[in-house]
């Protein structure tokens, strides 16, 4: 009797995807071109990554360090009133933050119908991220999925999960600040620096939230993924969870994102001192969420260094927030420094805890069948 395969995440066999004949053919000389200069950028970045990167890094190093230069008068006379509480509090948001990433994707786990306790999840989420450290952005997913396969959980599952997680979390992070708009004060405080007439960021707010929403439902997320895959030469997917558990999720990552917000908020009122306000708030929630994304779809620095800063400034900025420029770059790398260290912290947790994964290069060294978390 054939064995059913119910895998949350079906990946064909190499040998069972064929091309059909033509398709990649252009219908125009132009998109032929088109397409033929992303291959040469595409083979150019994969060849020279290491190279790309620094060049990219250099240049985000001089654009930084050119507006903190010209604003040091700005930075050396801050009265640097730090409420060390507040920003006690701020780092202890950060860590809730970092653990509540194990519960979202235990949670995510038991609707592909695998079950692990909380503290097996917490090991293995948290232990895998020390690897995340490795060149390569892949092998904490590797650990994830090969740790959580020896506490039962199929590959395909663990899998689903990882695909599942990033596209929610994303979303995630995209719907918090696009909510944020609305509670702009003056929207004009942003338009009138990237010169976007007023009240469009509004309306757009209004339609990106359905539209985003929309993403999420499966057979879209399927094609969307599939076309991503398909950019990166990996296999497509098909997904068959459902729209209820994805938005599920998905507000499991918003309140996420709404308590490292809150975070961020408190810890630019310790630095900077902002006025105490509901729209302060969704406005710092807002920006730490978004700016996140944009480093992690950067793709280009390790944990999206340098992008996710970026980011955070050109809005900390345009927001008002902060009084200049430089005080935005200050509040951005310490930023940083809080959220490395909270993930450092729970990291060294995971693995000093008892029966906690060990460091990937001693399970290498271990024979086959050690036993992990």
Not at 234 to 254: A, C, N, Q
Not at 288 to 307: E, K, N, Q
Not at 321 to 336: N, Q
Request: with cysteine; aromatic share 10%; proline share 5%.
């Amino acid at each position: 009797m054939a064995e059913r395969d119910d895998s949350p995440l079906c990946l064909p066999s190499r040998g069972g995807v064929q091309r059909q004949a033509g398709v990649g053919l252009s219908a125009s000389s132009s998109a032929s071109l088109l397409q033929r200069l992303l291959n040469i950028l595409a083979h150019f970045f994969k060849r020279y990554k290491l190279l790309v990167r620094a060049v990219v890094l250099a240049l985000i190093a001089v654009f930084l360090g050119t507006g903190v230069w010209r604003s040091w008068s700005t930075v050396s006379q801050y009265h640097w009133d730090v409420s060390w509480w507040l920003f006690l509090a701020a780092f202890l948001l950060l860590i809730a933050q970092e653990l509540s990433y194990g519960f979202i994707w235990r949670g995510i786990l038991a609707r592909l119908g695998s079950r692990l306790d909380i503290v097996t999840s917490q090991r293995i989420y948290l232990g895998a991220e020390f690897v995340r450290y490795i060149p390569g952005n892949v092998w904490h997913v590797i650990t994830r999925v090969l740790w959580a396969e020896q506490r039962g959980v199929p590959k395909s599952v663990g899998l689903a999960s990882m695909v599942i997680e990033l596209a929610t979390k994303i979303t995630s992070a995209a719907l918090i600040f696009v909510l944020s708009l609305f509670f702009w004060p003056d929207v004009g405080a942003l338009t009138s620096r990237i010169d976007i007439p007023h009240g469009v960021l509004v309306v757009s707010a209004a339609v990106l939230v359905p539209l985003l929403l929309a993403g999420l439902y499966p057979p879209l997320l399927q094609t969307l993924l599939n076309l991503a895959l398909k950019r990166l030469g990996r296999e497509p997917v098909t997904i068959t969870v459902r729209y209820f558990d994805l938005l599920l999720i998905t507000s499991y990552w918003m309140l996420s994102w709404l308590v490292a917000g809150a975070g961020f908020y408190l810890l630019i009122d310790s630095i900077a001192g902002i006025t105490l306000a509901p729209t302060t708030l969704a406005l710092a929630i807002g920006i730490y969420a978004i700016a996140w994304d944009v480093g992690f779809l950067s793709f280009v620095t390790p944990s999206g260094l340098g992008f996710r800063e970026a980011a955070m400034i050109l809005l900390l900025t345009a927001s008002n927030l902060v009084p200049s420029l430089a005080i935005a770059t200050v509040l951005a790398f310490i930023t940083r420094l809080l959220a490395t260290g909270s993930e450092l912290i729970c990291i060294a947790i995971a693995h000093i805890a008892p029966g906690a994964p060990v460091p990937p290069s001693v399970e290498m060294a271990q024979p086959a069948g050690g036993q992990l978390p």
